[in-house]
């Protein structure tokens, strides 16, 4: 599904690292990984705005904080960084002083909107209630034909 969603775009790529571990795979793991692969590049997380909001609460943050820069996709333009207090220090809200910086800063974007979470997608197709207008239609014909999240 993700290379669905990104195949309009040529600068992302789909990484099967994570799959291939035998342990489990912290995000803290998958950036040293990257950072040997990809020694001089910068790296972005890419997350929904649901997940910011227990982002203090995954293995090692702050550690994640200080190699890469998290982007995260809005869902409105309400402010909710009361929520996330602990991180107000890190947040930049001007696009390119956040892309002068290699880590360290979070950046809301709702040039990508979502009107629905993951987590509230997947309660959708479990309760057999369309989600058509959600999803792609390659990953709508996917979810369907793998039955997925029944």
Do not use: P
């Not at 489990?24 to 950036?31: A, G, L």
Request: hydrophobic share 35%; aromatic share 14%; net charge positive.
């Amino acid at each position: 599904m993700i290379e669905n969603a990104i195949k309009k775009h040529k600068f992302f790529a789909v990484s099967t690292f994570e799959n291939r571990s035998e342990n489990i795979s912290f995000t803290i793991d998958t950036i040293h990984y990257f950072k040997r692969k990809f020694e001089n590049s910068s790296l972005r997380i890419i997350m929904g705005e649901d997940n910011i909001y227990t982002f203090t609460s995954w293995h090692k943050y702050t550690d994640i904080l200080s190699f890469v820069n998290i982007i995260v996709l809005a869902r409105d333009n309400v402010e909710r960084y009361a929520k996330i207090n602990v991180l107000k220090n890190y947040i930049e809200e001007n696009i390119n002083l956040f892309n002068q910086t290699k880590s360290g800063r979070i950046h809301f974007s709702s040039l990508h909107k979502s009107d629905i979470s993951a987590t509230a997608l997947r309660e959708m197709i479990k309760r057999n209630e369309s989600f058509k207008n959600f999803v792609s239609k390659e990953n709508y014909e996917y979810i369907e034909k793998n039955g997925l999240y029944k």
